[in-house]
């Protein structure tokens, strides 16, 4: 399987990197470090990352609007393939740009339990609050700093004497646990049958009176008492695909896919050339893409009156 490709972003000292970097010397590990860049020259965590043999980029920030340092840490970013981007300690607030560049592809590390405590001095304010426990969280990176889904979380007892420094100390064991293992869930989850089956649903049944039900062993998407739009296949007969099969919206359209993208799409056995099936285990599914043909799909079999609320909707 082909891994993941992660850039990861420091300020300092950069452990957190060093535990995604270390984890992903494992075979199995399902992601790998293309990338460790700073906003500042000097970070600790670039030498490591450098005696790694890992690909470096160091420039301040200073003297740059926003906007235009993250272009440059962008063009880095994608110049060296990443596909995902892991904040680690990365003390600068994002562009919008940039962020919603990354737009579910970015996570960041956070030393409390989220909601809880957003920003600068979450051990000292969770001692001060007198909670039993603080901890870190994985989350997905949005506009609202700290904010955005949480992946995983580690709650750590804060002990009797605690000061900011040694609860500090104690969490960062749990963020090096937590961040890899999280990554590595995070990149393979697209490629997991029942979520890539959630992802065909949600555009599915969101069609005007869409319907699911399971036929000939698949998960079957159609219009309530009418013509099927959707299959969703995973391991057919043993294929080991998984893919979503729609129809085609023209006679040619199915020759014409395979093609433009032989590797993405094929011809489905036993459905003839009116259906074309899309591979959704490729890791790089453009899921807009994914809605579009769905959408066409139903159209090739909503009744005309159904048809005619579709446009109309369409113009609002
Ligand atoms: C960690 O505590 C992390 O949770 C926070 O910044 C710190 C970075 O430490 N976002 P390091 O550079 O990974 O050692």
Request: proline share 4%.
């Amino acid at each position: 399987m082909q891994k993941a490709k992660v850039g990861v972003l420091i300020s300092g000292r950069g452990s957190n990197m060093a535990a995604l970097l270390y984890a992903a010397k494992a075979e199995s590990c399902p992601y790998e470090i293309v990338m460790v860049a700073a906003n500042d020259p000097d970070a600790a965590g670039l030498t490591l990352a450098a005696a790694e043999g890992i690909r470096t980029f160091g420039q301040s920030h200073k003297g740059y609007k926003r906007a235009e340092f993250d272009r440059i840490i962008d063009a880095k970013l994608r110049a060296a393939g990443a596909q995902y981007v892991a904040l680690a300690g990365y003390m600068r607030l994002l562009s919008p740009e940039f962020v919603s560049g990354w737009e579910g592809r970015m996570l960041n590390i956070h030393p409390s339990l989220l909601p809880k405590y957003k920003g600068l001095d979450t051990h000292q304010r969770a001692i001060d609050a007198g909670d039993s426990h603080a901890g870190c969280s994985v989350h997905i990176v949005t506009a609202e700093l700290d904010d955005g889904p949480v992946l995983g979380q580690t709650a750590v007892a804060i002990l009797p004497g605690d000061t900011a420094d040694s609860l500090a100390a104690r969490i960062l064991i749990a963020e090096h646990q937590l961040y890899s293992r999280t990554l590595a869930d995070f990149v393979t989850r697209e490629r997991q049958p029942d979520w890539l089956l959630n992802k065909v649903r949600e555009s599915a049944l969101a069609l005007p009176q869409a319907d699911e039900i399971v036929s000939h062993g698949m998960p079957c998407f159609g219009i309530v008492k009418g013509k099927k739009f959707a299959y969703f296949t995973r391991d057919h007969h043993g294929d080991g695909i998984i893919a979503l099969l729609v129809k085609t919206t023209a006679p040619e359209e199915q020759a014409s896919l395979i093609e433009a993208d032989p590797a993405r799409y094929y011809r489905p056995a036993y459905f003839g050339n009116e259906w074309v099936g899309i591979r959704l285990d490729l890791g790089d599914t453009d899921w807009d893409h994914v809605a579009q043909r769905l959408r066409e799909s139903w159209r090739q079999v909503a009744p005309r009156k159904l048809l005619g609320l579709m446009d109309i909707a369409d113009e609002f």
